[in-house]
């Protein structure tokens, strides 16, 4: 016979244990997550460190600005959520709302700005699969990249690994964060049908903590990725 | 009419337990110092990148996003209150995944100096 009352399920002797496994469930779901990506940076490691050169030649021609914005959203996500947790628990509804949108356009902003460098990247022949493949002149240099890359000795296909690692990195972190963004978005629903009350934060605190894990994950892909090669303040567009 | 004496661990159903939301609440002000932490963190990573380090820029880079995760994990993903099955938890995700970059590594970077 179910025997949920208010916030507590019938299973669990009291409010507490019940947080205390529901936050333990969430961590071992975050080990995994972990292990997963420890396992693309790992690749990402080996071939960095057997073609440094072809790494930091393609990784300084990506966009530092929109990265360094980014960074800021995701940084600041990270806070407004903490604080929607303060919120749900002190019966602050209004800001509760407020900081769980909040938390979902920046998440939404990210999204956006990546989408715009993606598509920038593709004008930009950086794409290893399109037809530009290093075709296009950037960044200063005076002919086509293939033949800058030639004239260093810089491997294109070395080049097209880098690239590869760039959309795929990013691309997982992208659908971690498109995920984080619906489920916030399902906590605002709740908040705003009053349903999520102070009794029930930990649902807030659980998805905090994967919302943290993909912040933490992008503070280590922007500066493997984005800053393994020199850049200039030039390039920041000040 | 006596009270009947109160049986532990029985569950809590009636909710008859108070309940104390608010006692974990984290300090606005250590909020602000997680962000402010990672902010200039950012700025040092990226600053790092345009001071000339070269091939040693990567050093900075790990070591300040190192710092930038050990702050938000400790105080916004509240490790600092967390259980020791918690702790467990994360300490033996962090124990296998150097598990996981020591054993390839000592493989690929000795057989295989200078790629494939």
Redesign the interface.
């Known amino acids: 016979m179910s025997?949920r009352?208010?916030?507590?399920c019938?299973?669990?002797?009291?409010?507490e244990q019940q947080r205390?496994a529901e936050?333990?469930g969430m961590?071992?779901f975050?080990?995994t997550e972990?292990?997963f990506f420890?396992?693309v940076f790992?690749a990402y490691?080996?071939y960095r460190?057997?073609?440094?050169k072809d790494f930091a030649a393609v990784s300084s021609l990506l966009n530092?600005t929109i990265a360094?914005i980014n960074?800021?959203f995701l940084?600041?996500s990270?806070?407004t959520i903490?604080?929607a947790?303060?919120a749900?628990?002190?019966g602050n509804n209004a800001a509760l709302r407020k900081l769980l949108l909040a938390t979902a356009l920046l998440g939404a902003a990210f999204m956006a700005l990546k989408a715009y460098e993606y598509a920038t990247d593709y004008h930009e022949g950086l794409v290893p699969w399109s037809n530009n493949f290093g075709h296009e002149t950037l960044h200063g240099h005076d002919k086509p990249m293939l033949d800058v890359w030639e004239h260093d000795g810089v491997s294109p296909d070395r080049v097209k690994i880098f690239l590869f690692f760039y959309y795929s990195m990013t691309g997982i972190h992208g659908i971690h964060l498109i995920i984080g963004i619906g489920v916030v978005l399902y906590l605002y629903v709740r908040a705003v049908r009053k349903t999520l009350t102070?009794?029930k934060?930990v649902a807030l605190?659980t998805t905090?903590?994967y919302w943290?894990?993909v912040?933490?994950i992008w503070?280590?892909i922007?500066?493997?990725l984005y800053?393994?090669?020199?850049?200039?303040?030039h390039q920041?567009g000040f | 009419m006596a009270e009947p004496e109160k049986i532990p661990?029985?569950?809590?159903?009636?909710?008859k337990?108070p309940?104390f939301?608010?006692k974990?609440?984290?300090p606005?002000g250590q909020?602000?110092m997680?962000?402010f932490v990672?902010?200039i963190?950012?700025f040092v990573?990226?600053g790092?990148?345009?001071a000339?380090l070269?091939?040693r820029?990567?050093y900075v880079?790990?070591l300040?996003?190192v710092i930038?995760?050990s702050f938000?994990?400790y105080y916004?993903?509240?490790l600092k209150k967390?259980?020791q099955?918690?702790w467990l938890?994360?300490g033996?995700?962090?124990f296998?995944?150097l598990v996981?970059?020591a054993l390839?590594?000592s493989d690929?970077?000795t057989r295989?100096r200078?790629?494939?």
């Open positions: 025997a009352v208010g916030a507590l019938g299973h669990f002797e009291d409010i205390g936050r333990l961590w071992m975050l080990a972990i292990l420890a396992g790992l490691t080996v460190l057997w073609y440094p530092v360094g960074s800021v940084l600041t990270s806070m903490t604080f947790i303060r749900c628990q002190t102070p009794d934060y605190e905090s903590l943290h894990l912040d933490a503070l280590f922007m500066p493997l800053l393994a090669g020199p850049h200039t303040v920041l | 661990y029985v569950p809590d159903y009636g909710k337990e309940d939301p608010t974990d609440l984290d606005p909020i602000y997680v962000f990672v902010l963190g950012l990573t990226i790092a990148s345009m000339g070269g091939d820029a990567i880079h790990m300040v996003s930038q995760v938000v994990a916004w993903m509240h967390s259980d099955m918690t938890t994360f033996s995700a962090f296998v995944m996981l970059f390839p590594l690929f970077l295989h200078g790629g494939l």
